[in-house]
Each structure stands twice: as C-alpha cells, then as structure tokens.
C-alpha cells in the first residue's frame, strides 16, 4: 500500500492556465506538508496544515493555495501558471505528538513543467 | 537557511562503510536530527533520527556528539544503490516542526 500518494505523476501545461495536484496520505497522520524542489534541487517547505488548519505559511505566491478536505488529504491548486512554478512538488505527512519527533514521510512528487 | 552544514560530495567503495558528517553547532535542546536521502528525483525517503543518543536501524546508524553539534550518519555496508543525495536536518518544536533542506550530501558508491 503507497502510504503518501500524489496525482498526477507528470504534469505538462501552457503559462497562465490553472491546475491542482492531490495528495493522500493513509498513515493515519495530522499534519501535511507541501514542498518545491527546483531545477537547482533546492527543497524548500510551502505550506504545512494540521487537521485542517494552516500552521506553516512560507513566502508563497498568493496563486498558490492549498485546500484539505480532511486530515487524510491535502491538494494545491495553482492559478495562473508562470514559467518559474516549473519544479518537483512533494507532499509529505507526520504525526503531530507535542513535544516528540515528527518523522516526515514524502509521496513520490509531481513533476510540473510550465511551457 | 538551512541550520546544517554537510559536505557537497563524498565517495565510498561499495562494501565499505560510509560516514557522512553534518554539523549543527545552532541546535537547540529539543530539536532532533534527521536524517534522509534522495534517489534520482524521487522523494525523499526517512533513515534515521535521533535527539541525544547514539541510533541504529536497519538502514544506518547515527552518532551524535555528546555536545550535539554535529553528527554522523553511518551506511555499514554501502551498496551501489545506496548512491543518493543525504540530508541531515535538525527540527523541533523551536520551528514548528518544519524541515529546512539543505544541499546535502552527494554520496557515490562505487563498484
């Protein structure tokens, strides 16, 4: 069983257009995370929700905006598609225990390529 | 920024051990380090952590000095397929938990 998944796989689309990449995860975790790795393989966090709630918010274009539905999936829809959002997008999910480590696990990413 | 410094590359003879250091020397006290690795562009996939005292799994083994400052990821017995950027990261509730990459480690194997 994939314990975090994102759809789709490949993403190839024209500047300017909107898209969204999904994510589950079914390890039972709170807390997801979405990260950029770009073409220099900087990984960089982007948002982090916690049952629901937004936690981390880094410095993100405000065309980017994730949504989760429920604990078990977090989605990021992108508005108005520039050359410079072609990258890897990773999600990731951990446990959210106070005071105790968060292990991250990582879905395989979504390769978005803006032409 | 990052809070981990790690060497850009290193080589290791397949069936030798690997040592990968990482320094930390701004961790605070209930930050953990954490260890992962990147295959190709797949997702990063979790190793090893580690607060205070020295870790082993199946995968690796963590030393952590007494002083916390820095650490090593231990590969016993590398393999070809053990080639793959590492990332030692440190993380804790000072941060909300998030993981700031840095460059990480390229480690080669090689036959």
């Known amino acids: 069983d994939t314990a975090v998944s994102q759809t789709p796989k490949y993403l190839v689309t024209q500047m300017g257009n909107d898209k969204s990449i999904k994510c589950e995860q079914n390890?039972?975790?709170?807390?997801m995370y979405w990260y950029k790795q770009d073409s220099k393989k900087f990984l960089k966090i982007m948002f982090s929700?916690?049952?629901?709630?937004?936690?981390i918010n880094e410095t993100v274009p405000n065309r980017f905006s994730p949504k989760s539905p429920d604990k078990a999936h977090l989605n990021l829809h992108i508005n108005s598609l520039e050359l410079g959002d072609s990258a890897v997008y990773f999600c990731?999910?951990?446990?959210?225990?106070?005071?105790?480590?968060?292990?991250?696990?990582f879905g395989p990413g979504t390769r978005l390529l803006v032409l | 920024d990052a809070k981990t410094t790690q060497p850009t590359s290193m080589d290791c003879a397949e069936g030798r051990a690997a040592n990968l250091p990482c320094n930390h020397s701004?961790?605070?006290?209930?930050?953990?380090v954490y260890w992962y690795r990147q295959i190709h562009s797949q997702g990063p996939q979790y190793i090893i952590h580690g607060l205070k005292n020295n870790e082993t799994n199946e995968m690796a083994s963590l030393i952590i000095t007494e002083d916390r400052k820095s650490s090593t990821l231990i590969l016993p017995h590398a393999t070809l397929r053990d080639t793959a950027v590492y990332y030692c990261i440190v993380s804790g509730d000072s941060g909300t938990y998030k993981y700031i990459f840095g460059t990480g480690t390229r480690l080669k194997v090689l036959a």
């Open positions: 990731a999910s951990s446990l959210p225990s106070l005071g105790r480590p968060r292990t991250q696990y």
């Open positions: 701004t961790i605070s006290g209930n930050e953990y």
């Open positions: 929700y916690n049952n629901k709630e937004l936690i």
């Open positions: 390890l039972g975790h709170d807390t």
